[in-house]
């Protein structure tokens, strides 16, 4: 059984929780995930059960990358990934902060959605990241075409920086700090 890492009670939609993610036992799920069609972002939609795996193994296994599965009522229903900015994704095109932490989600692919869910999933994953009092501010890195992320993005307190010119993409450099997450989101649970 893999350790769970964070967990929140939201108002309206019960419990979300975060565990480890355990690349060869989730990969069947995350392919599911990550080959859908919404997920088109994540620049893995041809890709089979193995490179998945293989993704995800490199990933929990680099020194500035993890990978977590989210639950929703106990049930996986997100992925989240935590790194490094100034060695992992970002290394060297943006100016880095002491204390910057880079976040991606992956929302489920469902054909029941729920009102708020994305809202809920996002705000979790954030309170997570600020419960280290480490962190000071978040940094995201959406494909610019990529505008329904950065309307929720900017919907919990993230300020677009500007592009920043990957190798795979043309991303949408955001920030968000603890006091612009909680006034961004009126929560009063923000740590």
Same mark, same amino acid.
């Given at each position: ?56 193994? !490199?990933? *929990? #296994?680099?020194?500035?990358?993890? /990978?977590?599965? +989210?639950?929703?009522?106990?049930? @996986?229903?997100?992925?989240? %990934? ?62 610019? !075409?990529? *505008? #329904?992320?950065?309307?929720?993005? /900017?919907?919990? +307190?993230?300020?677009?920086?500007? @592009?920043?010119?990957?190798? %795979? ?23």
């Amino acid at each position: 059984m893999t350790e769970i890492r964070y967990r929140r009670v939201h108002p309206e939609l019960g419990e979300f929780a975060l565990r480890d993610l355990d690349p060869d036992a989730d990969a069947p799920l995350l392919h599911r995930w990550v080959t859908h069609p919404k997920a088109r972002f994540w620049l893995m939609g041809d890709w089979d059960v193995a490179a998945v795996a293989a993704e995800y193994r !490199r990933i *929990t #296994a680099h020194p500035h990358h993890d /990978a977590f599965l +989210g639950l929703w009522r106990g049930e @996986p229903a997100f992925l989240a %990934e935590r790194y490094d900015p100034t060695r992992v994704e970002l290394r060297g095109l943006y100016p880095a902060q002491d204390g910057d932490v880079g976040m991606h989600f992956l929302c489920a692919p469902t054909d029941r959605p729920v009102r708020g869910f994305s809202h809920a999933v996002i705000s979790t994953v954030m309170c997570w990241l600020f419960d280290d009092p480490a962190t000071r501010r978040v940094v995201v890195e959406p494909d610019v !075409r990529n *505008t #329904a992320v950065q309307a929720l993005n /900017a919907a919990v +307190g993230f300020a677009a920086r500007g @592009p920043v010119v990957k190798p %795979e993409k043309v991303a949408l450099l955001s920030t968000c700090t603890r006091d612009g997450f909680r006034d961004g989101t009126r929560m009063t649970e923000v740590p």
